[in-house]
């Protein structure tokens, strides 16, 4: 089935407000890409940070319509919802399914992340380094809202369990990954080791995503994934949480419940300044706390008392 597409170039102040017009004038999809993705030393931004859209300072807004839409009609519209921005770069063109749907998937590469573990897009070759009896690869169809393990604070929790791993620690263990997303921490846990995974996240998009991502990786019945309020009561050696910092304070004795006595927690979606707090609160359960760092973000770590 073919559509129209609408691009235009935006600022990242303007960004909400293109969107907002684009979606208020019927649009069926709007993706966000960097306009400057060629120059050099410019990041891409693959995965939304926790509890934001992060975007790029210049950025490219592709909007899917319906085939028959009227493109002079579309603008008229769109100047008539918001006239104040400038519509003078839209430009249109017809695209089939294949031409946007995956197109985004084009933009990951294979990721190592500690020792061994590899998130691998589904499509894409294994590297050398990753194709070696011990690595753990996730084989990963994120969506673009779900994780791929690009934003800091999926990297750290990714490293966490990769440490566990080389320390025995995951060896036939249950994991619980709370705030699951994509199903990537409790997906790799299993491919590092652990015997089970329990996925749980508010979001029931999320885990169908997980749900499709266990079904590429091969885990069968080994990932289960509940929303909170269906969770069934259990402890668990392993637990990782990469949430907002104002849910694990919200969340704080529901999270210390789920962890056995000496088993291990991190805590992640937590930003530079936040963490006193936490690491305050979580002291009530939990020894050895420590914070690692990637950019802005943190991880704290804790064993269970």
Sequence with gaps: MPYLELSLRSTEAEQPRYERALEDVGALAVTLLDADADTPNERAILEPGVG???????????ALFDADTDALALLAAL???DPDLDWSTASFRKVEDQDWERAWLDQFQPMRFGARTWIVPWDHELPAEADVADAAVVRLDPGLAFGSGTHPTTALCLRWLDRLAGD????????L?????SGILALAALKLGAAQAVGVD?????????LDNTRRNDVGERFAVYLPQDEPAATYPVVVANILAVALDALAEVLAARVAPG???????????QEPELLQRYATWFDDLQ??????????????R
């Design 263 to 273: 088993g291990r927690i991190a805590l992640s979606g937590i930003l530079r300044g």
């Design 177 to 181: 990954d709370f705030g699951c997303g």
């Design 291 to 304: 914070v690692a760092t990637d950019e802005d973000w943190l991880r704290i770590e804790g064993v269970r």
């Design 202 to 210: 508010n979001d029931p998009q999320a885990l169908l995503a997980s």
């Design 52 to 62: 934001q859209t992060p975007v790029w300072k210049a950025l490219v807004l592709n």
């Design 79 to 81: 100047e008539s919802f």
């Design 168 to 175: 025995g620690l995951l060896r036939d263990a249950r994991v």
